[in-house]
Nanobody
């Protein structure tokens, strides 16, 4: 069975940091791109970052560039999202997802084949 499990969320003060992990199983990890998405209450799910495990190319939403870093450990089938200088507006449920397709529309949720349950990130003032 395909599984994606996001973890590492929590409550942090503004300016703080968290590292999210996405552990994957049940598919050939190196063939897929892994994306991080988030959804705040009352808002649509939005793409945060993506890494193509095939060549290591990464993408970021403008709102997180310079603060978030995505990385992948193919040996552990795990993708990480290091989130620094967190802001109130980063509060959301964060999800990871996997797709065989990788391209300029990495942020399009419908392009992803597999999704895991989310992890809550709450940034307080």
């Amino acid at each position: 069975d395909v599984q994606l499990q996001a973890s590492g969320g929590g409550l942090v003060q503004a300016g703080g940091f968290l590292r999210l992990s996405c552990a994957a199983s049940g598919f050939t990890f190196a063939d897929y791109a892994i994306g991080w998405f988030r959804q705040a209450p009352g808002k649509e799910r939005e793409g945060v970052s993506c890494i193509n495990n095939d060549d290591g190319i990464t993408n970021y939403a403008d709102s997180v560039k310079g603060r978030f870093t995505i990385s992948s450990d193919n040996a552990k089938n795990t993708v990480y999202l290091q989130m620094n200088n967190l802001k109130l507006e980063d509060t959301a449920v964060y999800f990871c997802a996997a797709t065989l397709w990788y391209g300029y529309r990495w942020y399009a949720t419908h392009m992803y084949d597999y999704w895991g349950p989310g992890t809550q990130v709450t940034v307080s003032s």
